[in-house]
């Protein structure tokens, strides 16, 4: 009887033991546990952090045409589906032909919509920047991407998947009226691109686009209009649906006429309205 009660005791103290063992480690566990999220990057912000985040995300989303109109909790909503994808410049977003996994959306930077020849050649169909989308129309069509698109500098890009997408047009009938308009817009400017290509001549295309350029950021001074060219020769003769060597052959002539003056990249216009005048005149 004696015996059975001293290994009563002897029981009871080793599971006194282990309790105390217990109640440690778990102390330990928790205290580890905070320092791990106190010590992780991704952790170290309130709570808040994360729909801040999405709120920003659904401001840059409300800059863009075909989401104006939605209200802040759906632009919340469509932000908390939106993954930032960071590109260098001359880095491709995607190519033609590739299968069209979703849409974009230009935060910051610029990205080039082109097409290429077999041989090379290329033709730029539009230069997007901060609040323009892109592809729209594969994810509707199902088809591929029916060109190809590449950073020109350090660009971040919002990706919308075809599937929510899809779900936000079928939510909001207002939203697939205006991808409707960019759309037609891109058509109507594709077939100018078309009609440039087929009835002007490269000295006309290129006086159209030095045109458009002073029109947009020219600087007038006591000579004339002064304009930097914000792309090389090389970009500017896909641009404008030809070749590097005609296209500096072109400005030398103009220059020789004496309409501009070049200086590296920027470009003196003497006389605006003889350049204007050149881009209305035939073959």
């Not at 009563?8 to 217990?22: L, S, V």
């Not at 109640?23 to 170290?44: D, E, H, K, Q, Y």
């Not at 052959?249 to 350049?275: P, Y």
Request: with cysteine; aromatic share 6%; charged share 20%.
């Amino acid at each position: 009887m004696v015996w059975r009660n001293r290994q009563d005791a002897i029981q009871q103290t080793h599971q006194r033991h282990r309790h105390r063992q217990g109640l440690l480690r778990g102390a330990v566990g928790r205290t580890s546990n905070l320092n791990t999220i106190s010590s992780c990057p991704r952790c170290s912000g309130t709570i808040s952090a994360v729909p801040d985040s999405a709120h920003k995300l659904g401001q840059t989303l409300a800059k863009v045409h075909i989401f104006s109109g939605l209200t802040e909790s759906e632009l919340g909503f469509l932000a908390q589906r939106t993954v930032p994808r960071h590109y260098s410049a001359g880095e491709s977003v995607f190519g033609e032909g590739e299968p069209c996994s979703g849409f974009f959306v230009v935060e910051s930077g610029n990205v080039r919509i082109f097409k290429s020849s077999p041989h090379g050649r290329e033709q730029v169909l539009s230069i997007d920047g901060p609040g323009s989308s892109i592809a729209e129309v594969p994810v509707f069509d199902g088809g591929n991407y029916p060109a190809s698109a590449t950073a020109i500098d350090d660009a971040t890009l919002l990706f919308v998947s075809k599937r929510d997408f899809q779900a936000l047009c079928l939510a909001h009938p207002q939203v697939p009226l205006k991808v409707l308009r960019v759309v037609g817009a891109r058509l109507r400017r594709l077939v100018g691109i078309i009609e440039e290509l087929s009835f002007t001549t490269v000295r006309h295309r290129l006086a159209s686009y030095l045109v458009r350029l002073a029109q947009k950021s020219g600087k007038r001074t006591a000579e004339g209009v002064e304009v930097t060219l914000p792309i090389t020769n090389q970009e500017l003769a896909a641009q404008i649906g030809t070749v590097r060597e005609l296209v500096s052959r072109n400005l030398s002539r103009l220059q020789a006429e004496g309409m501009l003056k070049i200086d590296g990249r920027n470009v003196l216009i003497f006389n605006l309205t003889a350049l204007e005048e050149e881009n209305l005149a035939t073959e």
